[in-house]
């Protein structure tokens, strides 16, 4: 990407929007010049909606899937509160793909865990995306997805494709009258898989909470420290480097993850 798109935003369309849950919409965008946003999965954009603000999302498909990109957008904020206002056909600016994503080239020939937590399925949605659609590239590939109540599960019609790339297992915190599917944690799905830890590389994301309990079971399996990758992309805010607000201990999350391989990380205790 060259240094013009480092600070200056280009024109996107939304295309389409999607209601997935009561708090998150699917956005299909694609940029004004017709040309693929050029993203790996696990990278983000700066997102702004002109006269509000900008703010950071993950990008949550493949980008094999074609010139368009989506982005899945909780209403949590300003920026996205006016996002979930505009309409098909509104402009938005796009600054990026920034950061580094998912170890594709680590990932290769190897099996693959993946565990998502709530809203971390939409950057991990678009790692599955790209294995499905290179699927002979990967060995044996796993999803533990948990979300807290069943209406908060993301992409529940696509479920089925997931669980065409490998094992897809399903829970929730707290069922209601309509799950018949697992109730516990995340964690509690982890006793039903059966991994190689030489041959496996684990990818999580997820809320804060999750990553101390996930990675004791990702350990209990056996899975070293440098074959396991977390995303920080909560701390994120300028994308550049320029502002600060995401360092850790001299590391800067915008540019040097969001991804990072645990064992880069486990000895800063704010960054988990």
């Known amino acids: 990407m060259s240094n013009a798109h480092l600070l200056l935003p280009r024109l996107a369309r ?3 929007i999607k209601e997935l849950t009561p708090r998150e919409k699917l956005f299909t965008l694609q940029l004004e010049d017709g ?10 954009v700066e997102v702004s909606v002109f006269g509000v603000g900008e703010c950071p999302i993950s990008i949550c498909s493949s980008p094999t ?21 505009l309409k098909p056909g509104s402009m938005v600016g796009i600054r990026g793909p920034y950061g580094k994503g998912f170890p594709l080239e680590v990932m290769r020939g190897q099996d693959v865990l993946i565990a ?3 809203l971390g399925m939409a950057p991990l949605r678009s790692l599955a995306q790209y294995i499905k659609d290179r699927r002979d590239e990967f060995g044996e ?11 908060e599960l993301l992409f ?3 479920l089925d494709e997931i669980q065409s790339v490998g094992e897809c297992l399903l829970t929730v915190d707290k069922a209601d009258e309509s799950w018949k599917g697992h109730v516990g944690v995340i964690t509690t799905l982890c006793p039903q898989v059966s991994v190689d830890p030489t041959r ?20 209990k399996m056996g899975i070293p420290d440098d074959r396991i990758y977390l995303s920080l992309e909560r701390r994120m805010k300028c994308g550049v480097g320029k502002c600060g607000h995401c360092q850790i201990n001299g590391i800067y999350v915008c540019r040097e993850g969001p991804v990072f391989n645990y064992a880069q990380i486990k000895d800063f205790p704010e960054a988990l």
Do not use: W
């Open 156 to 158: 529940k019609d696509e």
């Open 141 to 151: 590939v796993t999803v533990l997805y948990g979300a807290k109540e069943p209406g």
């Open 35 to 44: 040309k693929p946003l050029g993203h790996s999965p696990g990278q983000f």
């Open 116 to 118: 998502a937590g709530g």
């Open 14 to 16: 939304i295309l389409e």
């Open 200 to 219: 496996t590389i684990a990818v999580t994301v997820g809320p804060p909470i999750m990553y101390r309990f996930i990675l004791q079971e990702f350990k």
């Open 65 to 85: 899937r074609g010139d368009y990109f989506q982005l899945c957008v909780r209403a949590v904020g300003q920026v996205t509160n006016a996002l979930h206002r």
